[in-house]
């Protein structure tokens, strides 16, 4: 069946770097554009990013932009966020999430989801 | 981008119906077939119940439909259950080449 996994959260202090991971297995990856979407604790989804299936193709919420960088390997069916210059405001449990459309640039909806590693900047 | 609007609270008694409105703009909801719902449980990861605007994932009961007038989605659940108590968000592909989602519906059945 379709898993997704990710790791890499933890407490970082404000203005510091971390690089989750999200792998992903009982599907053919590299069809699949994939996302990160976050939820701060107590509140809504927000979407944070997405990559195309090949990686040709990248876009970020504004909240993001310039600040993360969403990547993959498809040798090794696996996401990442690198996510630097973080805020308070950046603490939240991150999802990974499979895109629904096979090889598309737009994005319809996220049929599969991880169960989330939580992010937290504090000092 | 700003989110899509949803009312904050919607309830119901078993075997009832209701709907959950999700409001968007020209830019969004009002221009593309893209609009998802997901329904998520306390603790739990979302799970995909709508997509483009209409369909239903292979395994989400029938009871779940959804449907769109202009700049407004709406889900509707149908023959309510103790089960489908939970936070429901919409979400919309957007002119920006971004992706937005509403600010989420507690579904309370009574």
């Known amino acids: 069946q379709v898993q997704l996994v990710e790791s890499g959260g933890g407490v970082v202090q404000p203005g510091g770097s971390l690089r989750l991971s999200c792998a992903v297995s009982g599907i053919t990856f590299s069809s699949y554009g994939m996302h990160w979407v976050r939820q701060a604790p107590g509140k809504g989804l927000e979407w944070v990013a997405f990559?195309?299936?090949?990686?040709?193709?990248?876009n970020y919420a504004d909240s993001v932009k310039g600040r993360f960088t969403i990547s993959r390997d498809n040798s090794k069916n696996t996401m990442y966020l690198q996510m630097n210059s973080l805020r308070g405001e950046d603490t939240a449990v991150f999802y990974c999430?499979?895109?629904?459309?096979?090889?598309?640039?737009?994005?319809?909806?996220?049929?599969?989801w991880g169960q989330g590693t939580l992010v937290t900047v504090s000092s | 981008q700003s989110a899509l609007t949803q009312p904050a609270s919607v309830s119901g008694s078993p075997g009832q119906s209701i709907t959950i409105s999700c409001t968007g703009t020209s830019s969004d909801v009002g221009t593309y077939n893209y609009v998802s719902w997901y329904q998520q449980h306390p603790g739990k990861a979302p799970k995909l119940m709508i997509y483009d605007v209409t369909n239903r994932p292979s395994g989400v009961s029938s009871r779940f439909s959804g449907s769109k007038s202009g700049n407004t989605a709406s889900l509707t659940i149908s023959g309510l259950q103790a089960e489908d108590e939970a936070h429901y968000y919409c979400s919309s592909y957007t002119s920006s080449s971004t992706l937005v989602f509403g600010g989420g519906t507690i579904l309370t059945v009574l």
């Open positions: 999430a499979k895109e629904s459309g096979w090889m598309t640039t737009v994005y319809t909806s996220f049929d599969y």
């Open positions: 990559i195309r299936y090949d990686g040709a193709n990248k």
